[in-house]
């Protein structure tokens, strides 16, 4: 970064609104920004955001040092099936495993149950008589003149854009899917290739191919998305580093993220959690929820020990909410998250039993809540919290986007009040329950697989709908403590300014842990770091900047399933003797017994290699934050059924709080993006950092 370039701006995308972060770091000041998503071309409001923000503030672009932006397109893609036609190069008698499957029900007594249909249909696959074995040795090598005309006919008639190569036991031998490739490039250049060796070389067939069948799918679509995205943010003059957020809270380069679209998945969620997880830290906090909840989606995170849980799987497209086995399973590296379809433009209605229904679908940004006045008619949440009075319509979005009170009114009367009989502010109350109450229902599942406590957690809410209903939830789930912190309403913005430059990278290699003495383990390690740092030079960062943490898949010789163990200390001569007691650790803290004199091999092997964390070291505030004027800016009538009703509520201006202020609920605590609902008896302060800190009365 040079001395005119002080800036760097987050953008993350989602559903409704998509949110803008401009750090500077010569002052130490964040502007913030936020406007409705575009959904035909989600890099129009990301240009024109940018814009806005720069004339606002009175930058150049061409003092922007960094842009990095989490997106939600390939998780979109995937779900609507909006990627491009796609064809595979599988093995010999193979060709029908994306349709076998795991042979697994995810429901035993479900007599229609369905499960999503491949990615690439089985026309479009087409067999290649090579084989490696499972140990390496080589028993046919390919021949690809063959398959010249079938895919020349699926380019005519298919319109195939992308091609996966999918080979058996390519993890231990890539040579045969290298091949496939370079022949690929030299007889059909226009396509994209996606190779299983080089997207998750990992061993377990069926998922690897899925896996890179979705990165087949959807790069032709992020390649086009990059380069739109990447030419309007030049034409504004912007020459900085652009950057893309992955799944498991790393940056990429945009020409890494086009070789990689499938490491995209979870975007923008992962920003919010490694922001919760830093906060988390400079509170002391070792147990965390991070409550992330926007427009369309409401996100959940356990933090522990400040770093969100990870795994090296998801789901992506079930075809039955919260059934797992019932989606495509991708294998790549992801915070541990839960997600769920609330958010402020969840449509509410009344199914066919009579019951009160929010959610999953979603007004989006066009045309949005009914009180936005773009020509929606149907009740949102949104719409329910401003008929209850936790929104005002005269400061939405700071005063920027006025609402439509009667609007929302009439939508609720007319879709939930009038076919429920009940009058409107009880249909918007009952909206707003129903949310709250499926937001805790999913938490509690996550949490009760994850043996976590909540009664030990604290919940740092944030998203333009999470200060809203944070409080509740948090009752609901026996959360004693809730902070949101300055710029809630737009934190993942802020998180992926904070995120590092990185990379990580698991490969199978099943061995016994007997047969490996630290030598071996060392070069193992040693080759694997080496792989991954190549990735970060593309991106500028130094070898001597990358950090590397090492991990291992470990499990004892003839189980099924493997668990994961850190690899702590140095790679020294004592390495060997120390993964014994560190796998039996670990398999007890799981198992809660471990069994010493029983033999263990490894199955995978990680690295995550990351570059320095952005602004680790400094202080960032709002500029806004400034603490000026008179914090009570007016009181509104807002309904708490505590008060058996509505109640004149103090409403604070959350910008002119210091610390040290203290205020009882019920109260509304306003700010551009956001707004914080102080429950009736809950006790709130703010702290040394500007935290809005919630103390709750009732717990149980």
């Known amino acids: 970064m040079t001395a005119h370039q002080r800036y760097r701006i987050g953008v993350d995308i989602g559903g409704t ?13 964040i502007m913030t920004h936020k406007r409705l998503t575009t959904p035909d071309d989600p890099s129009q409001a990301v240009v024109e955001g940018v814009r806005t923000l720069a004339a606002e503030t009175g930058i150049a672009i061409a003092e922007v040092a960094t842009l990095v932006h989490g997106t939600t397109l390939v998780t979109n893609a995937l779900i609507e099936r909006r990627g491009a036609p796609t064809a595979m190069l599988v093995t010999a008698g193979f060709r029908d495993t994306l349709d076998i499957g795991l042979e697994r029900r995810y429901d035993l007594f479900d007599l229609r149950i369905r499960f ?13 008589g090579e084989r490696i074995a499972y140990d390496g040795t080589i028993r046919a090598t390919p021949d690809f003149t063959a398959l010249e005309a079938p895919l020349e006919t699926a380019v005519e008639t298919d319109g195939i854009e992308s091609v996966a190569i999918c080979f058996l036991h390519s993890y231990l031998d890539p040579r045969h899917e290298r091949a496939a490739a370079a022949w690929l490039a030299e007889r059909f250049p226009r396509l994209k ?47 900085g580093n652009f950057l893309i957020m992955t799944s498991s809270g790393g940056t990429l380069t945009g020409d890494l993220a086009r070789r990689f679209p499938v490491r995209l998945l979870e975007s923008g969620p992962a920003a919010g959690a490694l922001m919760s997880a830093r906060h988390g830290r400079s509170l002391g906090l070792d147990q965390v929820l991070s409550f992330d909840m926007g427009g369309t989606t409401a996100k959940g995170c356990i933090v522990r020990d400040g770093a969100p849980l990870k795994r090296y799987e998801l789901e992506v497209g079930r075809v039955h909410d919260f059934k797992r086995g019932s989606g495509l399973p991708a294998k790549i590296p992801v915070l541990d998250m839960i997600e769920i379809g609330a958010g402020g433009g969840s449509l509410a209605d009344v199914d066919a039993r009579g019951v009160l229904q929010v959610g999953p679908r979603s007004a989006g940004a066009v045309p949005g809540p009914a009180c936005y006045g773009q020509g929606g008619t149907r009740a949102t949440l949104t719409d329910a919290n401003l008929t209850l009075g936790y929104l005002d319509a005269s400061s939405f979005l700071g005063g920027r986007m006025p609402l439509d009170a009667a609007a929302a009114r009439a939508a ?30 999913a938490f509690r599942v996550h949490a009760s697989e994850r043996g976590v406590d909540y009664r030990r957690c604290s919940m740092i809410a944030f998203g333009g ?33 904070s995120s590092p430059v990185g990379f990580e990278l698991v490969r199978s290699r099943r061995i016994g ?35 590397r943490r090492y991990r291992l898949d470990m499990r004892y010789e003839g189980q099924g399933y493997e668990i994961e163990v850190p690899v702590e200390g140095p790679l020294d001569d004592t390495l060997a003797a120390r993964l014994p007691a560190a796998f039996s650790s670990e398999y007890a803290k799981i198992f809660g017994v471990a069994f010493p004199d029983k033999p263990v091999e490894i199955v995978n092997w990680k690295v995550d290699a990351s570059g320095p964390e952005p602004g680790r070291d400094r202080d960032y505030r709002l500029k806004s934050a400034a603490g000026a004027g008179h914090a009570r800016k007016t009181v509104r009538s807002a309904y708490f059924p505590e008060t058996r009703g509505f109640v004149d509520c103090p409403v604070y201006d959350r910008y002119a709080l210091r610390p040290g202020d203290a205020i009882t609920g019920p ?15 809950d006790a709130m302060h703010v702290d040394d950092r500007l935290n809005l800190v919630l103390d709750l009365a009732v717990t149980r």
């Open 17 to 29: 609104f998509t949110d803008f972060a401009l750090f500077d770091d010569a002052t130490g000041e």
């Open 116 to 128: 999503p249909a491949p990615l690439v249909p089985r026309h479009l696959r087409f067999e290649v």
């Open 193 to 239: 290739v996606s190779v299983s060796s080089e997207i998750f070389p990992f061993m377990r067939e069926f998922e690897r191919w899925t896996t890179t069948c979705m990165n087949a799918f959807v790069q032709p679509v992020v390649d086009r998305y990059v380069a739109r995205l990447e030419a309007g943010l030049a034409t504004l003059g912007f020459a």
């Open 412 to 441: 609720i009367a007319d879709g939930v009040g009038g076919v429920l009989g009940v009058s409107v502010e009880r249909a918007a109350w009952g909206i707003h329950e129903v949310i709250n109450e499926d937001v805790a229902r």
């Open 465 to 497: 709908s999470g200060p809203l209903h944070a409080a509740r939830v948090a009752r609901k789930l026996r959360i004693p403590r809730v902070i949101c912190p300055t710029g809630a309403g737009v934190m993942s913005a802020f998180g992926l300014l």
């Open 513 to 547: 842990l007997a047969r490996l003495d630290a030598a071996a383990l060392r070069t193992e390690f040693e080759m694997l770091g080496a792989e991954a740092e190549r990735f970060l030079a593309e991106a500028g960062i130094a070898a001597a900047d990358v950090a």
């Open 667 to 681: 109260a509304l605590v306003e700010e551009r993006e956001s707004t914080t609902v102080v429950c009736p008896g």
